[in-house]
C-alpha cells in the first residue's frame, strides 16, 4: 500500500514559481511511475505529466511543456513538480499519482495523494 502527500501550494503572483513535493510513503516510489494532475475551479481534471520509474522519460502535457518540470529522488521516496511563469490559468488543486503498471500514467493510476491548492493571483 502506498501513500501520497502533495506539499509545496499556496499563493503566488503571476510570473512567480513553485515547486510542489510528493512524499511518499508505505512502500517504495520508485517501483511506480508518477505523474502530476491537475483540476482547476469548475474544470475537469488533466493530467500535467509524468515521469517513469528510473527518471530516464518525463513527459508532459501540450499546455505545461516548457514550464513545468517533474523530478523525483527515490532514495528519498520523493517527486517534484517545478512550475515556473505561474499564471493565473495554472490556479488548481494539484495531485501525484502513482502507477504500478509501467504505463508513463496512461492508465488508470493506482494511488493518489490528495491534492494541495495553487493559487496564482496578484
Known amino acids: 500500500q502506498l501513500h501520497l502527500v502533495e506539499s509545496g501550494g499556496g499563493l503566488v503572483r503571476p510570473g512567480g514559481s513553485l515547486t510542489l513535493s510528493c512524499s511518499a510513503y508505505?512502500?517504495?516510489?520508485?517501483?511506480?511511475?508518477v505523474g502530476w494532475f491537475r483540476q482547476g475551479p469548475g474544470k475537469e481534471r488533466e493530467a500535467v505529466g509524468c515521469i517513469n520509474r528510473g527518471s530516464t522519460v518525463a513527459e508532459y502535457a501540450h499546455s505545461v511543456k516548457g514550464r513545468f518540470r517533474i523530478s523525483r529522488d527515490n532514495t528519498q521516496n520523493m517527486a517534484y513538480l517545478e512550475i515556473n511563469s505561474l499564471q493565473p490559468e495554472d490556479t488548481a488543486a494539484y495531485y501525484c499519482a502513482a502507477d504500478a503498471d509501467a504505463g508513463m500514467c496512461r492508465g488508470a493510476m493506482d494511488y493518489w495523494g490528495k491534492g494541495t491548492l495553487i493559487t496564482v493571483s496578484s
Open positions: 508505505g512502500t517504495n516510489l520508485g517501483s511506480f511511475d
